[in-house]
């Protein structure tokens, strides 16, 4: 796990800098403070910077930029290749020579034997820039289902990329607010890829590649479709479907704890966190460390329950204590983390701190249990969406009428139910639609309010339901799977596989997550839908490992860790100003706060113009 840099370029007047490449390098030292590496060609049209984690090959034979023996080929490379032994095997009989033990020296034969052909044949998290100094041409390439990011930036002469938006932004003009993203953000809480909030950097989607040459940059061009995933079930009995989803999920398991450093792993108490060390532990691995906060606020503390699992499971256990006071007071310090503004992942922020005081660089998370075997509201949420709409409107002539109705309702007083009643009034009758009527935070009408009028293009371009098409067509995947398919592209990919990446890193810890795997989805994906989701929820998750995660976690209400936002601002624990920018409209950002204030609007909807406001620098 590492930081990449670099700068590309493709037309005659683009020339890099050493200050550039270490400017864009070393503002992510956090993300590898153990090396640091850096290449410029000697035309000093291509640069490449790396800063290091390292976690696997510790030697200085793992140090990169690295290249081939030829001198050919030099790679930078951020992630984890979990089957890259069974690779190496397979390069070595081709003839190939490896110079180390690493997983970046099998991505760079890799590529030298298959070519792009080599994106399909890796199974982990990653995202690198391979340069061909014969071709003169560089590839930039992210892993299928984009738990590693990356971000780029083109000024018409070069092409400058890194893993994190504000590491780009210390180095150059990253243009005004993305009016587009902004709007999204407003809607969704988060901005989906490719957009950033900045205008001129950009987001590479998950499973795509770029290529840069000399004279142009192509791409980006998509390598793996996520709806190809879904679509594929056999037929199994319920039997069978258990041994399936059991042996796919031990095998995911065992593949995330290659290293050569201890792989410990969160524990929360919840069942996705503890089936995985349930896993772990079955694979034999030793002495699993695990670690939770202990708050110091009875209502908020799971530690008792993660306590029972590590005593289930045998694991060297470790509990941080943590005053809920200081996570509020360092609150502008973890949002400050999330590199983009997101209303999630603070949480993160402070258990990777934590695993980190408990000697961890590596620790393993249980998110994606949840989009894989059906553990959020909206499994059952969505479909009733679409059955509701459907009763409105059993012909298409109707829905102008619903349309009215809706835009009656966002003339109304700000209310959550309101918001979603108008959502679901409008878009309910398609997959993306409902999706949207569970999941958006505001309505595209009330983030119309917030913003300046000049801005109305930019809320109709990020129109939710139509966005969400764009990116997934979820009418391609079979109607039982379509809201695993949703939720894995939009709440997955956009917030919680971002946010991990950028708060960890943040602590120098690698976070590694079983459940989302390609290899694993397309296995899990055999298992008939059916089977897979029967409820209770989570069931198949909860019953993989031997024994089971205890019935006192599994029949509990689904918590996570949450804090306590809405007291905090309504007693002035946590401020409440409210971001100040030209285009959007202090007078209504102020009727969010007041409507927050009455009772009639959730803290989310204070809580994203918060966060908003760190990023308006």
Known sequence: MCGIAGVLGYREAGRTEDREILGLRDAMEHRGPDDAGLWISDDSRTGLGHRRLSIIDLSESGQQPMTDASGRWRLVFNGEIYNFHDLRRE???????????????????????????????????????????????????????????????????????????????????????????????????????????????????????????????????????????????????????????????????????????????????????????????????????????????????????????????????????IRIDEIRERMPQAVRALDQPSVDGVNTYFVSEAAVRAGLKVAVSGVGGDELFGGYGTFSSIPRINRIHRWLCPVPPFQPLLDGASALIDTLPRSSRASRLSLMLRYGGSPTGAYTAARAIQTPSEVRTLLSPQLADAVEAADPARELTARLAANAVPEPERVSALEFRQYLQTQLLRDTDAVSMRHSLEVRTPLVDRDLLLAVARVPAHHRLAGPAKRRLREAPSPPVPETLWNRQKQGFTLPFDAWFRNGGLPDELPEHPWLRGDSLRAVRNGFRAGHLHFSRLWLLTVLREFLD
């Not at 110091?296 to 470790?318: K, M, N, P």
């Open 91 to 321: 390069l070595e009989e081709a003839g190939y020579e490896f110079h180390s033990t690493s997983d970046t020296e099998v991505v760079l034969h890799g590529f030298r034997a298959w070519g792009v052909g080599v994106l399909d044949r890796l199974r982990g998290m990653f995202a690198f820039a391979l340069h061909d100094s014969e071709k003169r041409e560089t590839l930039l390439a992210r892993d299928p289902l984009g738990i590693k990011p990356l971000y780029v930036l083109d000024d018409g002469k070069r092409l400058l990329f890194a893993s994190e938006v504000q590491a780009l932004r210390s180095v150059c003009d990253a243009g005004d607010l993305d009016p587009e993203a902004l709007a999204s953000y407003l809607l969704w809480g988060s901005i989906a890829p490719p957009r950033t909030l900045y205008t001129r950097i950009r987001a590479l989607p998950a499973g795509s590649w770029l290529r840069v040459s000399d004279d142009r940059v192509e791409g980006p061009t998509a390598y793996f479709a996520l709806e190809d995933c879904f679509g594929r079930s056999e037929d199994m009995d319920e039997e069978e479907s258990a041994e399936a989803l059991r042996n796919a999920l031990i095998d995911s398991t065992r593949h995330h704890l290659v290293s050569d450093v201890p792989v410990g792993a969160f524990l929360s108490g919840g069942v996705d966190s503890s089936a995985l060390v349930g896993l772990m532990t079955a694979g034999g691995t030793a002495s699993v460390r695990t670690v939770t906060l202990a708050l110091d606020d009875a209502s908020l503390d799971e530690s008792a329950l993660a306590r029972q699992a590590a005593q289930q499971y045998g694991t060297d256990h470790r509990e941080i204590p």
